[in-house]
C-alpha cells in the first residue's frame, strides 16, 4: 500500500475520533484490507488481534463509525479516522473507550 | 503498573490531543518510566522506538505537551493524554502530525 508502514504484523494503529465532538473514542488497528473496506465502504472496519479477524466496527452492536475523513501521520505509521458514531463507541456502553482517568498514584512502585 | 496492559516490548501506544482544540496531535509511546514521568511531571515523556531511549517530548524542539488530564481505555492498553502544547508538535513544523489526508487512491491495489 502506497506510502504507509504497517508494522512486522501487517497492522497500523487507527485513531477513531468524532468528528462533531472532537472526542477521542477509541484505537484500533487495521491490516492493508481492513483500511481499504474503511475508504471505500465509508464505514470503518479494523483488524481484530484478539479474534484474528476482520472486524466492521459495530456489526454486532450496531454502533457503526461512518467515516468523514481519514488521514495519516507524518510517519506514516498511524492513522487517524475522523468519524460519526451511531451509537456508543465502546462495548461497555460508555460513549468513548477512554472513562477512567489514570493519576500519579497508578503509577507508584508498589513497596 | 497497576492495571495497565504493555505490550511484548513494555511499550503502551499514547494518543496526544490538545485539551484546547480538541485536534489529535500525534500517537506516540510510552514505557513505564515514561508514564511515570508523564504524571509526576507534568510534561509528556515518550519511549523512543528508533533511537530507544526516554524522550521528553519538546525538549530539543521547545514544543513540549503540558498535561491536562490522563486516560487508558476500557482494555487498559491504550492512553490518552490531554494536554497544551506549547508550540507545533509535529517535527514538520506542523500543529498536528495528521496533515496527510488518505483516499480511495491512496489503497488501490497496483496493476
Redo the contacts between chains.
Sequence with gaps: ????KFDEKGLI?A?A?DDD????L??GYMN?EA??RT??SGEVWFYSRSRQELWHKGKTSGSRLKVR???????SD???VKAHPTGPV???G?ET????????Q??EVSP
Excluded: A, Y
Excluded at 473507550?97 to 500519579?104: E, R
Design positions: 500500500m502506497r506510502n504507509l494503529p485513531i475520533q465532538t472532537g472526542e477521542v477509541m484505537l492493508e483500511l481499504r475508504l471505500s475523513l481519514v488521514w495519516k501521520d507524518c510517519d498511524t492513522i487517524l465502546c462495548h461497555t460508555n473507550c477512554f472513562f477512567q482517568q489514570l493519576t500519579k497508578d503509577v
